[in-house]
């Protein structure tokens, strides 16, 4: 087998080992039934534990109250773009966005189909390197709207914009999700697609809070409402086994290790290394965030040159270290560190972009 | 490890045991790199070659014109059951649907709210056991809709319906996709979830003739619009990349084992070994599907009373004979024979179902 790679990328993205080593070891025997978890009707009781069991465990784990609906969807958060808007929508009231990047612009031109849209703050004049401070939203919104993690810019919420009690916040958290502790009941709705800090691409998490349920109007398509699936525990339809089951596995991995408060422990050590690194530099590695809107889970920064930097991912790819390469938006190079990456890997990139510093310096 | 099951489940449902295998000893390393096929990129060189194979597979071995673009989706089928009549509409056409089970009414619903729908057949006062036959459909549709398999009832289309040039015929394969040869290029739209004769739970498959991609309403959200993913060969977002890889392993079985053809010869094996048996039982066992319409995927059949068909259920899943309990709609007991289940599983039913009667009669 090839020697297990330190996986970078910024999503579909590493996955704790021992999970896969599960998967792997029960794929054609799941539960002792003598079929894989995905031959098996998503009706059984067998596959129904792990259904069950995963919504409780989001719960738990992010300490939600009573009121909250855990829901698995397909469609990725490019889907929740328009559901949010369309769910969450109020005869006459406007939704206001914070701007922080390319995927906060796709949920504002989507959102535009079911109402009116205000950008209350935005970072686009400086290519998006910070989350604008001290955001408060207006009054009487159908709803506000943050991206909690910019993957291609690796910026991230530090802090709670002010919202009015009556107005929902809405969290696109993809790619920061149980990455710190964080009230999450500050929200009235959290959407996340898993393939980076949860599980793997195809299956979308979304927690609502029940009152918000009511608003879709009535000529909705069912498929669109998130409604239909709350009010069938997700099982409207048959969903995406075995991503479900891969989440349950990992929510399971991350309790057992401690929780959303440990990680958060291990993801400052893990960003710190680089951070360091990359401020110790003297300036041949450049961040791109600035230093209060870093990212905990994607770490963007450049070298003095484009060659240089084609030829650090280059090399990286030579000693195992995979997906180093920038988005095009930012450039240079991009080091996704989300929960499931260990400080070993993080460790051995800082080692090897030190040594790459010295021989080409 | 457990016996492997015989899995008679309607959906999700067996899987050929060489993919699963193949599935598992990979799951640690896929294609050499050190990760799991879950963690690489959706963009990296690796998944792309899977991604694109997969959809040249499902044209190759379907046979399919130039002009048919493959999607991989997110949703289920009942997400096109809504996406169909808002991709397909015309200002002022109405479409027409053949009503032949629960999964027609549905699809019937959604249309509902994008234009006016007409019934041009429908089995429901005989409980769904039939296909309406010599079906013909009106000029200056937006589009004609079957259903090609029903699973609930255990009865599928054998003959083509009339349908006028200029109107797109849509047809719902989730439960029989490819398992007989027919002429594909009939269709303007196929859609089938994967979960029953093509993959497991977690993507749909559409194929759509390109010409048809132009009538979506310009004001529509990104991700309810096929020409998005058509834009992109299904990578406009994050798909569902386990799935595919599983379809695409699947896709790679049935050539390697013939194709269509072969799997069409194996299925009307099966078939005939349990419809036989009905037939040779005196009545002890009863189809429900009338005999023109039998379903090859699902084989729906009563017992002399419910007591009787609960301990059959009972006693066949102690022969290791699993999922044979039949929808609420029909009662009685349900196998599933899709393009996966082996020949000797067929055998191993069979031969239990006429020990029962002998011991029950």
Same mark, same amino acid.
């Given at each position: 087998m090839t020697k297990r790679a330190y996986n970078f990328y910024a999503g579909p993205a590493t996955l704790p080992l021992p999970i896969l080593e599960k998967a792997r070891d029960e794929l054609l025997d799941f539960a002792g039934t003598g079929m894989s978890v995905m031959e098996i009707s998503h009706r059984s009781k067998q596959y129904d534990k792990v259904h069950q069991e995963s919504m409780s465990l989001v719960k738990e784990l992010m300490g939600l109250k009573d009121d909250r609906k855990v829901l698995w969807l397909q469609g990725g958060a490019s889907s929740q773009f328009y559901m949010v808007p369309l769910n969450l929508q109020l005869p006459g009231k406007k939704a206001q966005f914070v701007n922080t990047g390319a995927w906060s612009k796709k949920a504002i031109k989507e959102a535009k189909f079911y109402g009116d849209v205000e950008v &209350?703050? /935005? /970072?686009d004049e400086e290519n998006f390197s910070y989350i604008p401070q001290g955001v408060e939203f207006d009054d009487d919104l159908a709803f506000a709207h943050i991206t909690g993690n910019n993957t291609i810019f690796g910026t991230e919420w530090h802090y709670s914009p002010k919202v009015p009690d009556d107005v929902p916040l809405v969290g696109d958290l993809s790619s920061n999700l149980m990455d710190k502790v964080e *009230?999450?009941?500050?929200?009235?709705v959290i959407y996340a697609g898993a393939q980076k800090n949860l599980g793997p691409a195809g299956v979308t998490l979304v927690v609502v809070r %029940? *009152? !918000? !349920?009511?608003? &879709?109007? %009535?000529?909705?398509?069912?498929?669109?409402?998130w409604s239909t699936q709350a009010a069938k525990d997700s099982l409207f339809n048959t969903g995406p086994v075995f991503p479900i089951y891969m989440c349950n596995l990992s929510l399971n991995y991350l309790k057992e290790n401690g929780g959303i408060k440990a990680v958060e422990a291990k993801n400052n050590e893990k960003a710190k290394i680089i951070y360091d690194l990359i401020d110790g530099s003297g300036g041949f590695f450049k961040g791109h965030a600035r230093k209060d809107s870093r990212s905990l889970m994607n770490v963007t920064f450049n070298l003095p040159t484009p060659e240089l930097e084609a030829k650090c991912v280059g090399e990286g790819l030579e000693r195992n270290l995979v997906g180093l390469k920038g988005h095009r938006s930012v450039g240079g190079m991009r080091a996704s560190i989300y929960n499931a990456m260990s400080i070993e890997g993080v460790k051995a990139l800082a080692e090897f972009l030190k040594e790459f510093q010295g021989n080409n310096q």
């Open positions: &209350v703050a /935005s /970072s *009230d999450f009941n500050k929200y009235g %029940e *009152d !918000l !349920l009511d608003r &879709v109007p %009535e000529n909705t398509p069912t498929m669109q409402k």
